[in-house]
Protein backbone atom coordinates (compact mmCIF):
# COMPACT_ATOMS: atom_id res chain seq x y z
CA UNK A 1 0.00 0.00 0.00
CA UNK A 2 1.26 3.57 -0.84
CA UNK A 3 1.51 6.75 1.34
CA UNK A 4 1.24 10.22 0.32
CA UNK A 5 4.82 11.68 1.68
CA UNK A 6 4.31 12.96 5.32
CA UNK A 7 4.57 16.87 5.46
CA UNK A 8 4.26 19.51 8.01
CA UNK A 9 1.79 19.59 10.62
CA UNK A 10 -1.23 20.52 9.63
CA UNK A 11 -1.30 23.79 11.59
CA UNK A 12 2.08 24.50 9.86
CA UNK A 13 -0.70 25.55 6.73
CA UNK A 14 -2.66 27.73 8.54
CA UNK A 15 -1.60 31.10 6.75
CA UNK A 16 -1.35 29.28 3.44
CA UNK A 17 -4.86 28.05 4.12
CA UNK A 18 -6.29 31.69 5.11
CA UNK A 19 -4.54 33.02 2.25
CA UNK A 20 -6.32 30.96 -0.53
CA UNK A 21 -9.46 31.60 1.13
CA UNK A 22 -9.30 35.10 0.75
CA UNK A 23 -8.22 34.50 -3.33
CA UNK A 24 -11.20 32.32 -3.36
CA UNK A 25 -13.24 35.59 -1.63
CA UNK A 26 -11.90 38.13 -4.01
CA UNK A 27 -12.60 35.55 -7.21
CA UNK A 28 -16.19 35.41 -6.33
CA UNK A 29 -16.36 39.20 -6.03
CA UNK A 30 -14.52 39.54 -9.65
CA UNK A 31 -11.35 40.85 -9.06
CA UNK A 32 -7.69 39.53 -7.07
CA UNK A 33 -6.02 42.83 -6.54
CA UNK A 34 -6.57 46.55 -5.52
CA UNK A 35 -8.01 48.56 -8.45
CA UNK A 36 -4.88 49.92 -10.96
CA UNK A 37 -4.80 51.40 -14.49
CA UNK A 38 -3.11 53.18 -17.04
CA UNK A 39 -1.95 52.20 -20.78
CA UNK A 40 1.38 51.94 -22.60
CA UNK A 41 1.59 51.72 -25.95
CA UNK A 42 -0.48 48.94 -27.72
CA UNK A 43 -1.14 47.60 -23.99
CA UNK A 44 -3.20 48.61 -21.23
CA UNK A 45 -2.95 47.13 -17.84
CA UNK A 46 -5.96 45.74 -15.82
CA UNK A 47 -5.95 44.17 -12.30
CA UNK A 48 -7.25 41.42 -13.50
CA UNK A 49 -5.81 40.53 -16.02
CA UNK A 50 -2.24 42.01 -16.51
CA UNK A 51 -0.87 43.65 -19.78
CA UNK A 52 -3.35 43.30 -22.45
CA UNK A 53 -4.32 44.63 -26.16
CA UNK A 54 -6.32 46.92 -26.34
CA UNK A 55 -8.88 47.20 -29.06
CA UNK A 56 -7.95 50.89 -31.01
CA UNK A 57 -3.89 49.94 -30.97
CA UNK A 58 -1.77 50.67 -33.97
CA UNK A 59 -1.78 48.40 -36.76
CA UNK A 60 1.04 47.79 -39.11
CA UNK A 61 0.08 47.07 -43.05
CA UNK A 62 2.00 44.60 -45.14
CA UNK A 63 1.10 44.83 -49.02
CA UNK A 64 1.67 42.84 -51.75
CA UNK A 65 2.11 44.92 -54.19
CA UNK A 66 5.15 47.14 -52.17
CA UNK A 67 8.87 46.02 -52.80
CA UNK A 68 9.52 46.97 -49.33
CA UNK A 69 7.42 43.80 -48.07
CA UNK A 70 7.11 41.67 -50.65
CA UNK A 71 8.78 38.75 -49.40
CA UNK A 72 7.35 39.08 -45.91
CA UNK A 73 3.81 39.43 -48.06
CA UNK A 74 4.83 35.98 -49.52
CA UNK A 75 6.40 34.23 -46.02
CA UNK A 76 2.80 35.25 -44.24
CA UNK A 77 1.36 33.27 -47.26
CA UNK A 78 3.32 29.97 -46.89
CA UNK A 79 3.24 29.60 -43.38
CA UNK A 80 -0.53 30.49 -43.36
CA UNK A 81 -0.92 27.70 -46.16
CA UNK A 82 1.05 24.92 -43.30
CA UNK A 83 -0.85 25.92 -40.56
CA UNK A 84 -4.11 25.49 -42.64
CA UNK A 85 -2.60 21.85 -43.55
CA UNK A 86 -2.39 21.48 -39.81
CA UNK A 87 -5.70 22.62 -38.60
CA UNK A 88 -7.11 20.00 -41.68
CA UNK A 89 -5.26 16.94 -40.31
CA UNK A 90 -5.73 18.21 -36.89
CA UNK A 91 -1.72 17.24 -36.50
CA UNK A 92 0.96 20.05 -34.64
CA UNK A 93 4.46 21.19 -35.51
CA UNK A 94 6.55 23.23 -33.39
CA UNK A 95 8.08 26.73 -34.72
CA UNK A 96 11.48 24.51 -35.25
CA UNK A 97 9.63 22.74 -37.45
CA UNK A 98 8.49 25.15 -39.73
CA UNK A 99 11.77 26.93 -39.73
CA UNK A 100 13.03 23.39 -40.92
CA UNK A 101 10.51 22.96 -43.68
CA UNK A 102 12.32 25.53 -45.78
CA UNK A 103 15.32 27.09 -43.65
CA UNK A 104 17.20 29.07 -46.55
CA UNK A 105 13.96 30.77 -47.28
CA UNK A 106 12.80 31.80 -43.94
CA UNK A 107 16.94 32.89 -43.20
CA UNK A 108 16.40 32.29 -39.63
CA UNK A 109 14.03 31.64 -36.84
CA UNK A 110 13.23 35.06 -35.49
CA UNK A 111 11.37 35.09 -38.63
CA UNK A 112 8.86 32.76 -38.14
CA UNK A 113 8.30 33.57 -34.68
CA UNK A 114 7.74 36.77 -35.75
CA UNK A 115 5.50 35.79 -38.08
CA UNK A 116 3.77 33.40 -36.03
CA UNK A 117 2.89 35.95 -33.59
CA UNK A 118 1.33 38.48 -36.33
CA UNK A 119 -0.98 36.08 -37.29
CA UNK A 120 -2.02 35.17 -33.84
CA UNK A 121 -2.29 38.04 -33.14
CA UNK A 122 -4.15 39.33 -36.45
CA UNK A 123 -6.44 36.36 -36.28
CA UNK A 124 -7.03 37.12 -32.50
CA UNK A 125 -6.69 33.31 -31.68
CA UNK A 126 -3.99 31.78 -29.34
CA UNK A 127 -1.25 30.17 -31.15
CA UNK A 128 -1.76 26.64 -29.84
CA UNK A 129 -5.83 26.99 -32.05
CA UNK A 130 -3.10 27.45 -35.12
CA UNK A 131 -2.01 24.12 -33.93
CA UNK A 132 1.64 24.80 -33.46
CA UNK A 133 3.22 24.58 -30.38
CA UNK A 134 6.62 25.91 -28.77
CA UNK A 135 9.20 23.32 -27.64
CA UNK A 136 9.10 23.56 -24.07
CA UNK A 137 11.95 24.22 -21.15
CA UNK A 138 10.53 24.02 -18.27
CA UNK A 139 10.19 21.84 -15.61
CA UNK A 140 7.95 20.59 -13.05
CA UNK A 141 7.67 18.41 -9.65
CA UNK A 142 5.55 17.63 -6.69
CA UNK A 143 2.38 16.83 -6.00
CA UNK A 144 0.62 16.61 -9.31
CA UNK A 145 -0.38 14.18 -11.81
CA UNK A 146 -2.28 14.37 -14.93
CA UNK A 147 -2.55 12.47 -18.56
CA UNK A 148 -1.38 14.20 -21.44
CA UNK A 149 -3.10 13.96 -24.96
CA UNK A 150 -1.96 10.68 -25.92
CA UNK A 151 -3.06 9.03 -22.92
CA UNK A 152 0.58 8.95 -20.92
CA UNK A 153 -0.12 9.47 -17.55
CA UNK A 154 2.09 11.19 -15.78
CA UNK A 155 3.03 11.72 -11.90
CA UNK A 156 5.11 14.39 -11.03
CA UNK A 157 5.89 13.51 -7.61
CA UNK A 158 9.16 11.58 -8.54
CA UNK A 159 12.47 12.04 -7.26
CA UNK A 160 13.71 13.61 -10.52
CA UNK A 161 11.71 16.90 -12.44
CA UNK A 162 9.03 16.00 -15.39
CA UNK A 163 9.59 18.14 -18.35
CA UNK A 164 6.46 20.81 -18.94
CA UNK A 165 4.07 19.13 -21.85
CA UNK A 166 4.40 20.89 -25.67
CA UNK A 167 0.55 20.71 -25.76
CA UNK A 168 -0.97 22.55 -22.18
CA UNK A 169 -4.16 22.02 -23.87
CA UNK A 170 -3.94 18.37 -24.62
CA UNK A 171 -3.83 17.50 -20.58
CA UNK A 172 -6.55 16.36 -18.61
CA UNK A 173 -7.15 14.68 -15.63
CA UNK A 174 -5.00 16.48 -13.23
CA UNK A 175 -5.00 15.37 -9.36
CA UNK A 176 -3.39 17.49 -6.56
CA UNK A 177 -3.90 17.93 -2.95
CA UNK A 178 -0.84 20.38 -2.91
CA UNK A 179 -1.14 23.53 -0.52
CA UNK A 180 0.69 26.03 -2.79
CA UNK A 181 2.51 26.64 -6.48
CA UNK A 182 6.24 27.55 -5.76
CA UNK A 183 7.93 29.07 -9.10
CA UNK A 184 11.63 29.01 -9.14
CA UNK A 185 13.53 31.23 -11.32
CA UNK A 186 16.52 29.70 -12.05
CA UNK A 187 16.98 25.69 -13.15
CA UNK A 188 20.17 25.92 -10.23
CA UNK A 189 18.10 26.34 -7.29
CA UNK A 190 15.05 24.47 -8.78
CA UNK A 191 17.56 21.37 -8.66
CA UNK A 192 18.95 22.03 -5.21
CA UNK A 193 15.63 22.63 -4.06
CA UNK A 194 15.27 18.60 -5.41
CA UNK A 195 18.10 17.58 -4.20
CA UNK A 196 17.10 18.58 -0.34
CA UNK A 197 13.89 16.88 -0.54
CA UNK A 198 12.04 19.81 -0.42
CA UNK A 199 8.34 18.73 -2.08
CA UNK A 200 8.72 15.97 0.08
CA UNK A 201 9.54 18.13 3.49
CA UNK A 202 6.75 20.79 2.30
CA UNK A 203 4.47 17.73 0.98
CA UNK A 204 2.18 18.51 -0.47
CA UNK A 205 3.16 21.03 -2.96
CA UNK A 206 4.38 21.52 -6.82
CA UNK A 207 7.23 23.40 -7.67
CA UNK A 208 7.85 24.71 -11.51
CA UNK A 209 10.90 26.15 -13.40
CA UNK A 210 10.96 27.84 -17.03
CA UNK A 211 14.75 28.07 -16.36
CA UNK A 212 14.80 31.87 -16.44
CA UNK A 213 12.86 33.69 -18.68
CA UNK A 214 9.62 31.38 -18.72
CA UNK A 215 8.46 29.73 -22.22
CA UNK A 216 5.22 29.90 -23.94
CA UNK A 217 4.27 26.16 -22.34
CA UNK A 218 5.74 27.28 -18.54
CA UNK A 219 3.50 30.22 -18.42
CA UNK A 220 0.31 28.12 -19.58
CA UNK A 221 0.97 25.41 -17.26
CA UNK A 222 1.29 27.65 -14.02
CA UNK A 223 -2.16 29.52 -15.52
CA UNK A 224 -3.47 26.00 -16.11
CA UNK A 225 -3.34 25.08 -12.41
CA UNK A 226 -4.37 28.14 -11.11
CA UNK A 227 -7.34 27.88 -12.90
CA UNK A 228 -7.93 24.38 -12.27
CA UNK A 229 -7.07 24.13 -8.48
CA UNK A 230 -6.84 27.98 -7.55
CA UNK A 231 -4.00 27.28 -5.14
CA UNK A 232 -1.30 30.10 -3.68
CA UNK A 233 1.40 30.81 -5.92
CA UNK A 234 4.75 32.52 -4.96
CA UNK A 235 7.83 33.30 -7.31
CA UNK A 236 11.14 32.88 -6.35
CA UNK A 237 13.70 35.06 -7.68
CA UNK A 238 16.86 36.66 -7.55
CA UNK A 239 16.79 39.85 -5.78
CA UNK A 240 17.94 42.13 -8.76
CA UNK A 241 15.78 44.01 -11.53
CA UNK A 242 15.89 40.59 -13.90
CA UNK A 243 14.94 38.19 -11.24
CA UNK A 244 11.67 40.97 -10.37
CA UNK A 245 10.81 41.46 -14.54
CA UNK A 246 10.61 37.41 -14.76
CA UNK A 247 7.97 37.46 -11.79
CA UNK A 248 6.76 40.24 -14.07
CA UNK A 249 6.22 38.14 -16.77
CA UNK A 250 4.22 35.35 -14.78
CA UNK A 251 2.11 37.68 -12.98
CA UNK A 252 1.39 40.49 -15.46
CA UNK A 253 2.54 39.18 -19.02
CA UNK A 254 4.82 40.80 -21.28
CA UNK A 255 4.26 43.54 -24.05
CA UNK A 256 5.05 41.18 -26.92
CA UNK A 257 2.29 38.85 -25.41
CA UNK A 258 -0.12 41.23 -24.60
CA UNK A 259 -3.00 39.89 -27.28
CA UNK A 260 -2.94 36.41 -25.37
CA UNK A 261 -2.85 37.72 -21.75
CA UNK A 262 -6.21 36.07 -20.72
CA UNK A 263 -4.39 33.09 -21.15
CA UNK A 264 -1.13 33.75 -19.34
CA UNK A 265 -0.72 36.04 -16.56
CA UNK A 266 -2.19 35.10 -13.15
CA UNK A 267 -2.18 38.26 -10.99
CA UNK A 268 -2.43 36.06 -8.15
CA UNK A 269 1.08 35.64 -7.40
CA UNK A 270 2.97 36.76 -5.07
CA UNK A 271 6.40 37.30 -4.48
CA UNK A 272 8.09 35.12 -2.01
CA UNK A 273 11.78 36.09 -1.94
CA UNK A 274 14.34 36.65 -2.24
CA UNK A 275 13.33 40.02 -0.93
CA UNK A 276 15.69 43.04 -0.70
CA UNK A 277 14.81 43.82 2.54
CA UNK A 278 15.94 40.30 3.31
CA UNK A 279 19.53 41.29 2.39
CA UNK A 280 19.42 43.33 5.53
CA UNK A 281 16.95 41.32 7.86
CA UNK A 282 19.08 37.98 7.54
CA UNK A 283 22.60 39.78 7.92
CA UNK A 284 23.92 38.02 4.18
CA UNK A 285 27.84 38.80 4.07
CA UNK A 286 28.28 42.19 2.45
CA UNK A 287 30.95 40.12 0.43
CA UNK A 288 28.29 38.12 -1.02
CA UNK A 289 26.06 41.06 -3.02
CA UNK A 290 26.68 42.29 -6.16
CA UNK A 291 26.70 45.71 -7.50
CA UNK A 292 24.27 47.16 -9.76
CA UNK A 293 24.94 47.79 -13.19
CA UNK A 294 24.17 50.78 -15.41
CA UNK A 295 21.54 47.89 -17.20
CA UNK A 296 20.57 46.82 -14.10
CA UNK A 297 19.65 50.54 -12.89
CA UNK A 298 18.08 51.46 -16.33
CA UNK A 299 15.54 48.46 -15.74
CA UNK A 300 14.89 48.73 -12.37
CA UNK A 301 13.47 52.20 -13.07
CA UNK A 302 11.92 51.13 -15.87
CA UNK A 303 9.97 48.65 -13.96
CA UNK A 304 9.06 51.06 -11.69
CA UNK A 305 7.63 53.36 -13.82
CA UNK A 306 4.91 50.79 -15.24
CA UNK A 307 1.42 50.98 -14.34
CA UNK A 308 0.95 47.99 -12.16
CA UNK A 309 3.51 49.26 -9.94
CA UNK A 310 1.01 51.68 -8.41
CA UNK A 311 -1.29 48.54 -7.41
CA UNK A 312 2.09 46.93 -5.38
CA UNK A 313 3.82 49.34 -2.66
CA UNK A 314 5.53 46.75 -1.02
CA UNK A 315 7.13 45.55 -4.29
CA UNK A 316 7.62 49.32 -5.04
CA UNK A 317 9.25 49.66 -1.40
CA UNK A 318 11.28 46.42 -2.05
CA UNK A 319 12.69 48.08 -5.44
CA UNK A 320 13.62 51.29 -4.13
CA UNK A 321 15.71 49.85 -1.23
CA UNK A 322 17.48 47.92 -3.80
CA UNK A 323 18.24 51.42 -5.78
CA UNK A 324 18.88 53.05 -2.52
CA UNK A 325 21.36 50.31 -1.76
CA UNK A 326 22.94 49.71 -5.68
CA UNK A 327 23.04 46.29 -4.74
CA UNK A 328 21.95 42.82 -5.70
CA UNK A 329 21.76 39.35 -4.46
CA UNK A 330 21.40 36.16 -5.90
CA UNK A 331 19.73 33.25 -4.15
CA UNK A 332 22.87 31.42 -3.50
CA UNK A 333 24.03 33.91 -1.36
CA UNK A 334 21.88 32.11 1.32
CA UNK A 335 24.22 29.43 1.08
CA UNK A 336 26.64 31.65 2.72
CA UNK A 337 24.41 31.22 6.47
CA UNK A 338 24.34 27.62 5.48
CA UNK A 339 24.32 24.95 3.07
CA UNK A 340 20.68 24.11 3.10
CA UNK A 341 19.26 27.21 4.59
CA UNK A 342 16.86 28.11 1.93
CA UNK A 343 14.94 24.60 1.35
CA UNK A 344 15.80 24.01 5.72
CA UNK A 345 14.85 27.78 6.97
CA UNK A 346 14.10 30.52 4.41
CA UNK A 347 11.03 28.92 2.48
CA UNK A 348 9.97 26.83 5.41
CA UNK A 349 9.06 29.76 7.74
CA UNK A 350 8.43 32.32 5.02
CA UNK A 351 4.82 30.15 4.01
CA UNK A 352 4.63 29.14 7.59
CA UNK A 353 4.42 32.64 8.89
CA UNK A 354 3.11 34.75 5.56
CA UNK A 355 6.06 36.06 4.38
CA UNK A 356 5.41 36.99 1.23
CA UNK A 357 4.10 40.60 -1.09
Given at each position: ????P???E???????????????????????????????????????????M??????????????????????????????????????????R???????????????????????S????????SL??????K????????Y??????????????A?????N??G??N??????????????????????????????P???V??????????????????????????????????????????????????????????PA???????????????????T????TKQ?????????????????P?????M??M??????????A??F??????????L??????G???
Amino acid sequence: MAFAPRGPEASFFQVLDQHRASLLAALRKGGGEPAGGGTHLASRFEDSVGLHMVSHCTTRKIKSDSPKSVKNFALILKILSMIYKLVQSNTYATKRDIYYTDSQLFGNQTVVDNIINDISCMLKVPRRSLHILSTSKGLIAGNLRYIEEDGTKVNCACATAVAVPSNIQGIRNLITDAKFLLIVEKDATFQRLLDDNFCTKMSPCIMVTGKGVPDLNTRLLVKKLWDTFHIPIFTLVDADPHGIEIMCIYKYGSMAMSFEAHNLTVPAIRWLGLLPSDIKRLNIPKGTLIPLTKQDQMKLDSILKRPYITCQPFWRKEMEIMADSKMKAEIQALTFLSSDYLSRVYLPNKLKFGGWI
